[in-house]
């Protein structure tokens, strides 16, 4: 049996058809159903194995990125997504729906829904930044990272004007303890960017790019994974032979394998 | 002025045009500013006095202003051209040089062109790709954000109206100089640097927003855009072929879709084709719409699923000249007319019925649906939150009736609204007096090399680009910026079909500096700098658009330099063999300070059988040889270094189309047979440039020896490294393949020179024709010159 995940949108997601074409690469059976949907309840979200909310720019992110859709969703369905995390099903969010995520409280997840904890600010250059970034991810999570090793660091684009990961310092803490920060901002050799641009493309606190929740299957992200899912989708691929390529599939993909096969081994 | 009012409510006017005396049909006209001339209002009054036999409502009067309007029916393009002595020159240039051109090519995969809302080509056995790419100079001048996301909105819609899926942007622009003096704008005008940062930011707004990538382009600065700043908004969109048919009927019902009609965008259609002056702001403001790109993307849903399920038998979007223009087109198309209902409109505010029937309110589409299929597509709508009227329907009576309140407003025949009286111009050109200065050779070639680098038509366009979201929909291969250093790519290519590994190939040319000198020449480089940057990653079976932008044509030196330009257009399309699927003119961009700089943008779309196999411009290993294709000509006129320099000069770059031809199919053959590592082309600062982008773009230096530069004419130095003569490619050839790659040069008969290698140091060492050092740098110091020379 396939996993069987859900793609919600509303006017405005714009990233809906490639995440989808990423999930299915990775052996998933995608639908992507507007969120009226969900709330007139003519669709029942626990039927699905996963749930991703992907980028774009939901209801033209007025008032905030994100701030819109989070509200419909925490007004008319919160109980059904907070009872679908509860469950140990991953949730996905990409760029908007990251804000998203950070909106309705899902993300940390460590206070009150519904009352934000951290945000994702405007850039620090003022500009939505349209770049291809060095990734480092954390391994110990097995739920979206588990394809990633130590050492590896990968690439992916970033494409947003409210970006900048901001938090308190207590907070921070708690991350770092519980090792919830699963992607960092890096230099191309490796080393942290410490806030330095464009290599830190948005100034986020601790270079972070990617979190999770405490339980590890609530997963928000920045970067663009479904644009790193194919080779030829990389800024530079005419410069290398596929010969000298270690994976077949972009670095972006591993995170759509890991939760199917999370879903698969978990889940189903 | 002899005129009556009925009050149904509101108060709408009815004119005695019969009645009317010349001078009155010229008041009526400012009055009630339809920007129609003596001519056209005289044949409306003939046809009142005649046909009619009765007064002319407000309403039909504004039709007249929009459907006549230079901006709808290209009256110069279409128009008989005599010179001074009152000979004809040329009678309809748009059947006569830009169709027939596309005949002559008469080409199959030609799926429609210069009739739809967009050229369609095939792209495989199963779809077709849709291009369009219009002006919005006029709007952008008032508010340059507002000005630019509107016309990329609307250009988005030409390619919805063909039932396509839009999968990507280009935009080109033009603008004064950021550091233009402040107190040398005309009154009532704005700076170049307030433009640029809002069209920019327009631009990225309704592209990001929307989720449509925006790839390519290009930006100029010249004194000749201060007062006319240019904006070119091109779209790009997929469809399957099956999907594209037109099968409306008498009786389909008209269904409006998207955006509330609100008195934004009125009168457009005509502002658009009047020069701009002091108080165009204040008069001109309401022609300026508003753009809401989420609103465009549930349309874009709604359409493409309506296309899916069939349920519509024709579709167009309301451009200039809002529903008037769309629906008398329509009517039109089936040979018959239409009934509408304007009290149906969905409304944003109270409007008089003629200020429904021409506002040019964004992010609506008119669908012709019918009556069978009406709910379903209503339901639709509603699931994407969109709002719909059904507010009329086609009739086969071929008359266009207009009802408002139950009275009937409008009731002319549809013919005689989309035939205003043939247009008669003088056009005269003037060859410009220019003299080739004489200057001694310079001595610091590596401060030179550094400040084109940096200089505004050469920087890189980072800055501007990564505020573009040149990747969403996840399908741009070949993107404008290169690797991680941001190399200038020649063009972008596209993977539109996620089962097929074919691509679409997009470039421009724009060499309007050209124009001082000589605009058939300006042309022909255009087109040919187009076709060079798409060949340069791989694109062949290439189709091109072509956007005037000019000053006034009703004085005859703009007109006779434009009657030039498209008949190096007709000339160098049919030479290369490659047609002419779409354009637009923009006419009358005069501003105190003159004409705008004469621009034509040619947009090429290429096809790339393969996407694994582009090639891009980046240095890929050290020891490679290095190739230039072509011959250098002493043509420094109009070239960047001149403009360093502070000349114009007279040498303008000519084109030899047999053997730019053979050159381009050379290249492509070689690239099939994976001889190229990397191709870039030589233009904007010629040889010098073009090696230093593809240093910077890499990791790697170059080795470069001038006297092994393949010439005529030329013994100097700065010539080679800086003459701008068309037909020219720069190569990384594969040491491996290098026999190979020079048996297929001899069999083509190309010009070659082995000019030097690829160095693994990261230095830029050019030496000279006496076998001096010119230039040795690092390849960082160029990559800074070249990366810091333009800040949004």
């Given at each position: 049996m ?5 793609i919600i ?6 990233c809906?058809s ?5 999930l299915e690469?990775?052996?998933?059976s995608?639908?992507?159903v ?6 007139d309840?003519?669709l ?7 749930l991703?909310?992907?980028g ?6 007025y ?5 819109i859709w ?9 109980d ?6 509860d469950?140990?099903?991953?949730i996905?969010?990409i ?8 909106e309705i409280?899902?993300?940390p ?13 405007p ?13 480092k ?8 990272m588990?394809?990633y090793t ?5 690439r992916m684009p ?22 919830l ?9 490796g080393?942290?960017?410490g ?16 979190i ?22 990389y ?15 972009g670095d ?10 999370y879903?698969i081994?978990?889940?189903? | 002025m002899r ?15 019969s009645?009317?005396s010349d001078?009155?049909l010229i ?11 003596l001519?056209?209002l005289?044949?409306?009054r ?24 230079e901006?709808?029916r290209?009256k ?7 010179d001074?002595?009152?000979?004809p ?11 027939k051109a596309?005949?002559k ?6 799926v ?8 369609i080509?095939?792209?495989?056995d199963?779809?077709?790709i849709?291009?369009?790419?219009e ?9 340059p ?5 509107t016309g990329?909105?609307g250009v988005?819609?030409?390619i919805?109206?063909?039932?396509a899926?839009?999968?990507?942007c280009?935009?080109?622009l033009?603008?004064g ?11 009532g ?7 640029f ?7 990225g ?8 990538p925006?790839?390519?382009g ?7 855009y ?9 779209c790009?969109g997929?469809?399957?072929?099956s999907?594209y048919?037109f099968?409306s ?10 955006n509330s ?17 002091e108080?165009?702001?204040?008069i ?7 753009p809401?790109?989420?609103e465009e993307?549930k349309?874009?849903r709604?359409i ?5 399920e ?5 579709i ?6 809002g529903?008037a223009?769309a629906?008398?087109e329509?009517a ?19 409007m ?6 021409i ?8 669908l ?13 709508a ?6 719909t ?5 086609l ?7 207009v009802?408002y ?7 002319i025949e549809?013919s005689f609204?989309?035939?205003?009286p ?6 005269k ?6 003299h080739e ?12 090399l550094c400040?084109?680098l940096s ?5 890189s366009?980072e800055?501007v680009?990564?505020t573009?979201d040149?990747e ?5 291969v ?5 690797g ?9 290519v596209?993977?539109?079909v996620?089962?097929?590994?074919r ?20 042309a022909a480089?255009s ?5 060079r940057?798409?060949v ?8 091109i ?13 703009r007109?006779?330099s434009?009657?030039?330009a498209?008949k ?6 049919v030479g290369?063999?490659?047609?002419f699927?779409?354009?637009k ?14 621009t034509?943008?040619?947009t ?13 411009l980046d ?5 490679n040889p290095?190739?230039l294709?072509?011959l ?9 270094y001149y403009r ?13 189309v047999k053997?730019?031809?053979r050159i381009?199919?050379l290249?492509?053959?070689?690239m ?6 990397a ?5 904007d600062?010629?040889l010098g440039?073009?090696i ?24 100097r130095n ?7 003569s ?6 990384e ?5 290098e026999?190979?790659?020079?048996e297929?040069v001899?069999?083509?008969?190309c010009?070659?020179?082995?000019i ?6 990261s ?6 024709l ?5 230039i040795?740098l ?5 990559r800074?010159?070249?990366?810091g020379?333009?800040?949004?």
């Open positions: 396939k996993p069987k995940i859900l949108r509303v006017a405005g997601t714009n809906d490639e995440t989808a074409r990423a690469e990775a052996g998933a995608v639908q992507i507007h969120t009226k949907r969900l709330i309840r003519l029942d979200l626990s039927s699905f194995h996963g991703v909310i992907p774009g720019f939901s209801y033209g992110d008032v905030r990125a994100g701030a989070a509200s419909k969703l925490y007004s008319k369905l919160m059904e997504i907070v009872s679908f995390a469950s140990g099903k991953p996905l969010g760029c908007n729906g990251f804000q998203v995520l950070v409280g899902l993300l997840g460590l206070g009150e829904f519904g009352l934000r904890s951290i945000s994702l600010a850039n620090d250059s003022g500009k939505f930044e349209c770049r291809w970034v060095y990734l991810p954390n391994g110990s999570n097995r739920v979206f588990k394809y130590p050492d590896r660091i990968i970033v494409a947003h004007s409210e970006g900048k990961f901001i938090a308190s310092n207590y907070i921070l803490k708690v991350f770092e303890e519980r090792k920060i699963l992607l960092r901002y890096v230099m191309p050799n080393s942290p960017a806030g330095v641009y464009p290599f830190n493309p948005n100034g986020s606190y601790m270079d972070i790019a990617g999770c929740n405490v339980d590890g299957n609530v997963m928000g992200l920045m970067p663009h994974p479904e644009r790193a899912t194919y080779l030829w989708q800024p530079d691929f005419t410069s290398k032979i596929y010969g000298e390529l270690e994976y077949a599939y972006g993909y591993w995170i759509f394998k890991s939760m199917c096969d879903i081994e978990e889940i189903i | 005129y009556e009012v009925i009050n149904i409510p509101p108060e709408v006017y009815i004119f005695h045009i009645e009317f001078e009155e008041d009526l006209s400012r009055s009630l500013r339809l920007n129609l001339n001519v056209e005289r044949s409306i003939e046809y009142f006095r005649t046909k009619l036999n009765r007064g002319i409502f407000d309403l039909e009067l504004h039709s007249f202003s929009q459907l006549w309007s901006h709808c290209h110069v393009f279409r128009g008989l051209i005599v001074e002595n009152g000979e020159i040329i009678d309809d240039m748009l059947k006569n040089y830009i169709a596309t005949e090519c008469n080409k199959p995969w030609i429609s062109f210069l009739k739809d809302n967009a050229g080509i095939e792209f495989d199963t779809y077709s849709a291009v369009k790419v002006t919005h100079n006029h709007p952008s001048a008032i508010d954000f507002g000005g630019a996301a990329v909105g988005i819609r030409d919805l109206g063909v039932w899926s839009p999968i990507a280009i935009d080109v033009c603008f100089p950021l550091d233009y003096p402040m107190d040398a704008i005309p009154r005008f704005k700076h170049p640097k307030y433009l940062r809002g069209v920019v930011k327009g631009i707004f309704y592209g990001n927003n929307m989720g449509i925006t790839v390519a290009a930006i100029c600065f010249d004194e000749g201060v007062g006319n700043v240019v904006v070119y908004a091109g790009i997929i469809l399957p072929t999907s048919k099968s009927k008498p009786g389909d019902k008209l269904i409006l879709m998207g009609t609100g008195r934004d965008g009125i009168h457009g259609a005509s502002f658009a084709s009047s020069d701009l002056k108080d165009s702001e204040r001109s403001r309401s022609a300026v719409q508003i809401d790109p989420v993307e349309l874009r709604a493409i699923r309506i296309r899916d069939g349920l519509a038998s024709g167009t979007d309301l451009g200039g000249g529903l223009v629906v008398v329509m039109d198309r089936i040979g018959g007319g239409a009934r509408v209902f304007l009290d149906e409109v969905h409304l944003r505010e109270s008089l019925p003629w200020e429904i029937w506002s040019e309110s964004q992010e609506r589409m008119l012709m649906v019918p009556s069978e299929n009406v709910d379903r597509v209503l339901e639709i509603e699931e994407e939150d969109l709002k009227s059904v507010i009329g329907e009739t086969e009576n071929p008359f266009i009736d009802y309140h139950g009275t009937l407003l409008c009731h549809t609204l989309l035939r205003p043939k247009a008669r111009y003088v056009a050109w003037y060859a410009p007096k220019l200065p004489f200057f001694d050779e310079p001595m610091d070639y590596g401060d030179l400040k084109l200089s505004p038509n050469i920087c366009r800055e680009i990564r573009y040149h969403v929909q996840g399908n741009t070949i993107k404008p910026l290169h991680d250093y941001g190399g200038p790519s020649d063009a972008v596209l993977k539109p996620s089962n097929s590994w691509g679409v190939v997009i470039s421009v040319g724009v060499k309007p500096w050209y124009s001082r000198i000589d605009p058939y020449w300006m480089s087109i040919e700098e187009a076709l940057n798409n340069c990653v791989g694109g062949r079976r290439i189709a658009l072509d956007n005037f932008t000019w000053g006034n044509p009703e004085k005859p030196d007109l006779g434009l009657v030039r498209v190096a257009c007709y000339d160098f399309a290369f063999d490659v047609p699927i779409s354009g003119d923009s006419l009358y961009n005069e501003s105190p300070l003159g004409p705008v700089l004469e034509l943008l040619i090429a779309v290429g096809i790339l059988p393969d996407i694994r196999r582009a090639v891009t240095f890929k290993y050290a020891g290095i190739y294709i072509g250098t000509l002493p043509e420094l006129g109009g070239s960047q360093l320099m502070g000349y114009i000069g007279s040498s303008v770059p000519k084109v030899d053997s730019s031809k381009m199919e290249i492509i053959e070689a099939d047979r994976g001889y190229i590592k191709c870039h082309d030589i233009s600062g010629g440039v073009a230093s982008e593809m240093a910077i773009s890499s990791n790697f230096g170059a080795e470069i020896y001038l006297d092994r530069v393949p010439r005529v004419d030329v013994n700065d010539v080679i490294l800086f003459s701008e068309n037909g020219r490619f720069l190569l050839i594969d040491k491996k393949f026999d190979e790659f020079c297929l001899n069999s083509y008969g010009n070659a020179g082995r030097g290698f690829v160095s693994k140091n230095r830029m060492v050019i030496h000279g006496n076998g001096n050092v010119l040795d690092e390849v960082e110091l160029l800074k010159c070249w990366k020379g333009l800040k949004l």
